[in-house]
Nanobody
Framework: QVQLVESGGGSAQAGGSLRLSCAGSGFTYINKDMAWFRQAPGKEREGVASIWTNVGSTYYADSAKGRFTISQDNAKNTVYLQMNSLKPEDTAMYYC??????????????????WGQGTQVTVSS
């Protein structure tokens, strides 16, 4: 079955960096949208960044532009989220997600079929 396993979360100081990884298995990696979402306590899940695995094209939420970079390693079926210049408001559980096609609404949670268990990111001021 499809599995998405996140890793790389943890604690960082404001202004620091973290890199999250999402290893996928059980599905054909090519021609998928892979994305990172986050959810802070008491808030709705929001999209952070997405990548179309076919060509590597990316899409970012405004909050992530200029600070976060999503990338992929097709040989490893892995997607990464490099997070720089972290802010306390980036504190959240971060989830990896996948869907079977490249369509509209790349950062809409309800548009994705598969989800990982999440990895916690905590940024202190």
């Amino acid at each position: 079955q499809v599995q998405l396993v996140e890793s790389g979360g943890g604690s960082a100081q404001a202004g620091g960096s973290l890199r999250l990884s999402c290893a996928g298995s059980g599905f054909t990696y090519i021609n998928k949208d892979m994305a990172w979402f986050r959810q802070a306590p008491g808030k709705e899940r929001e999209g952070v960044a997405s990548i179309w695995t076919n060509v590597g094209s990316t899409y970012y939420a405004d909050s992530a532009k200029g600070r976060f970079t999503i990338s992929q390693d097709n040989a490893k079926n892995t997607v990464y989220l490099q997070m720089n210049s972290l802010k306390p408001e980036d504190t959240a559980m971060y989830y990896c997600a996948a869907r079977y096609s490249h369509t509209s609404r790349p950062l809409a949670p309800d548009a994705y079929n598969y989800w990982g268990q999440g990895t916690q990111v905590t940024v202190s001021s």
